[in-house]
């Protein structure tokens, strides 16, 4: 194949990998919403929202922590608000205070020290694995509610 075949064939083919993709990384959309564990809200669990790759989702996660009321709302890790459009996993990690600092839903604690970080085992080690986790969500374009009431 000439080079110039080559050029027109690489050109085709970056322009076919996001149609088949579902979503592009760029779009991104507001997310917020609240998780209930048997009625009561689930204060001070990490929430994190992973494209789903095998669903043609692809991008950066986006995380939160609940505040005492189960509510979140969702910013990548470098602090921008929202998420990929498309297919995620919903990841849910039970942590302490030490997350998020001891302040309200602030995106900047989310990180964390591993060192400061305990867990408790209300929902279960299920919700906080890919590969196990049940819970899945489409994230559509624009503002969005998210809720969970989880048994």
């Known amino acids: 194949m000439s080079a110039r075949g080559r050029l027109l064939f690489l050109a085709l083919l970056a322009l076919a990998i996001p149609a088949c993709g579902g ?14 564990w048997h009625k009561k809200p689930l204060p001070n669990v990490q929430v994190q929202f992973h494209p789903d790759n095998s669903r043609g989702t692809v991008g950066l996660r986006s995380c939160a922590v609940t505040d005492e009321q189960g509510h979140f709302v969702l910013a990548f890790d470098d602090g921008r608000p929202g998420a990929v459009v498309g297919q995620h996993r919903v990841l849910l990690i039970e942590t302490d205070e030490a997350v998020r600092g001891g302040k309200g839903n602030e995106h900047a604690g989310v990180a964390g020290s591993r060192q400061n970080r305990t867990t408790r085992q209300i929902v279960g080690p299920a919700y906080s694995k890919i590969a196990t986790t049940p819970l899945r969500r489409e994230v559509t374009p624009g503002k969005q509610t998210i809720n969970w009431d989880l048994p």
């Not at 979503?23 to 209930?36: D, F, H, N, Q, R």
């Open 23 to 36: 979503s592009s990384p760029g779009e991104v959309a507001e997310v917020e919403g609240t998780i209930l």
